[in-house]
């Protein structure tokens, strides 16, 4: 079982990131991929989270800004993110589990965790 999450860097206020979540040992038809991030000094934040029914979600502070989707032949997992605040400066992690809809951003619903990717941006 790992996640390899890859794509992070430094970029400008109003750039874009694309992040990838690659998967070993589960398939994205049978588990849930969510996209967490954790900036400095504060709790970690779930953002968007694709089901395995393919269903999707955002947290309003990305709402609009980012677009997660997935590979299910790649079996990978990606998150486009647009219009880049310096406020989105953060580690980026992804988790793979079964939540149920209304506790995706809870991250004890997620037993593996992606290793993080770091995104800076500056204003």
């Known amino acids: 079982v790992q996640l390899q999450a890859s794509g992070g860097g430094f970029v400008q206020a109003g750039g874009s990131l694309r992040l990838s979540c690659a998967l070993s040992g589960f398939r994205l038809v049978d588990y849930g991929i969510t996209w967490f991030r954790q900036g400095p000094g504060k709790e970690r934040e779930g953002i968007s989270h694709?089901?395995?029914?393919?269903?999707?979600y955002y947290a309003d502070s990305v709402k609009g800004r980012f677009t997660i989707s997935r590979d299910t032949a790649k079996n990978t997992v990606y998150l486009q993110m647009n219009s880049l605040k310096p406020e989105d400066t953060a580690i980026y992690y992804c988790?793979?589990?079964?939540?149920?809809?209304?506790?995706?951003?809870?991250?004890?619903?997620?037993?593996?965790w992606g290793q993080g990717t770091q995104v800076t941006v500056s204003s």
């Open positions: 694709i089901r395995s029914s393919g269903a999707i």
């Open positions: 988790a793979v589990g079964r939540p149920i809809t209304s506790a995706w951003r809870t991250s004890t619903m997620y037993a593996y």
